[in-house]
């Protein structure tokens, strides 16, 4: 645990300081650099250490052979509160990462950042003057505070954000975001939003001026246009290294033209038992011989509605020791190839946990991912 702790803050550090720019400074440097406190900063947040003063004592406790300086809470407070520009940026840097950045997928969303309880305190409170109170739909409670607007990844990862008064709109708050981080938004993606962003000024902005399509639930006072949204930032990820048979014969499936690589051609789930035997018996016979160690891989899966019982031809591709089926291209069908067995076992486990944890039920629609 104590070395991948070590990596994981070396990681950091290069990665903040090869692509974050460092304040000037006039005078003397800082004894904790910009880097390094921007590396304790992201870490804090990794580790899921929500309260600073805990997190201060943790670093002193296990990180201290890191840093040739470690400040205390206070010292510590005070420079992450001046640091906000390199804190966008760095978020900026870190989203840039994520496998989903280059997607045509955007999310917007605002939640409620209530700063205080009592009347005194909002009097007190050091947001006084910027803060305001506001209604929780979602908890369906008023509260004093701030508003926290985000622009993400399909994964969450944070792409823009702001603070707003709860007493703005929620539109007039995320025309502004996305006009002043135009350059974060690419033309031809798309922005899956809730309700409370339903506006035809709002969609004329982002139509006319970004080059963007606004997708959201239609209300109940409109005609029908997307109906109820589909869970489609769903994903399952297998791992290149853990299983680099399985991974090599589902990007090359995908590279055919088989769906599930991208949110706007998904795999749908499939919990009829029936459609699943048929994909499992048209892609993998069981008649068919199979080498020692092997065992036949179909994509896409049998427990999707996509897999060879929905139509299409059969196809394989060089090294998957079947010599009598075609390589072939094209969006419907299905691809085999023998892997080990060891890699169709770890492809059921993470399958069955995957719909497990996301309770994807029949019909929901998910991609499929391969990362390191």
């Keep these: 645990m104590t070395t991948n702790l070590d990596a994981l803050l070396a990681a950091l550090y290069v990665f903040i300081d090869d692509h974050v720019t460092p304040c000037r400074r006039i005078g003397r440097p800082p004894k904790l650099t910009d880097a390094e406190l921007l590396c304790l900063a992201v870490a804090q947040v990794l580790l899921g250490f929500s309260s600073a003063r805990h997190w201060i004592r943790f670093v002193h406790a296990r990180l201290g052979h890191l840093f040739r300086y470690l400040p205390q809470q206070s010292a510590y407070n ?31 969303d605002s939640t409620p950042l209530p700063c205080a309880a009592s009347r005194e305190t909002t009097k007190r409170s050091e947001p006084a003057g910027h803060a305001g109170y506001g209604f929780c739909r979602s908890h369906s409670r008023f509260f004093w505070g701030l508003r926290l607007y985000l622009l993400t990844t399909a994964e ?28 974060l938004v690419r033309t031809g993606q798309v922005i899956l939003a809730d309700k409370g962003f339903a506006g035809r000024e709002f969609e004329a902005f ?49 590279r055919s033209g088989l769906p599930g690589a991208t949110f706007k051609s998904p795999l749908t789930r499939t919990t009829n038992a029936a459609t699943m035997k048929r994909n499992r018996d048209l892609a993998c016979p069981r008649d068919e011989s199979r080498p020692q160690g092997k ?30 089926v075609p390589s072939r291209t094209g969006a419907k069908g299905a691809s085999a190839c023998m892997i080990s067995v060891s890699d169709q076992n770890y492809q059921g486990g993470m399958n069955s ?17 391969i990362g390191d």
């Design 78 to 108: 005070k420079r992450l509160n001046a640091a906000g520009p390199l804190i966008s940026q760095v978020i900026e840097a870190l989203a840039r990462q994520v496998p989903t950045w280059h997607d045509d997928l955007r999310l917007v």
């Design 156 to 183: 969450g990862m944070p792409v823009s954000w702001c603070l707003a008064n709860p007493k703005l709109g929620e539109r007039e708050v995320m025309t502004a975001l996305l006009e002043r981080d135009h350059h």
């Design 206 to 254: 982002l139509t006319e001026r970004l080059g963007v399509h606004l997708v959201r639930p239609d209300r109940k006072d409109e005609p029908v246009r997307h109906g109820r949204l589909a869970r489609v930032r769903q994903w399952i990820d297998y791992s290149k290294s853990r299983a680099p048979q399985l991974a090599s014969h589902i990007t090359r499936a995908q």
């Design 295 to 324: 065992s036949c891989d179909e994509y896409p899966v049998a427990t999707s509605k996509e897999g060879l019982s929905a139509g299409g031809q059969r196809r394989t591709f060089p090294g998957c020791s079947i010599p009598t």
């Design 353 to 369: 946990s995957f719909y497990k944890a996301e309770r994807m039920l029949d019909g929901d629609p998910y991609r499929v991912l």
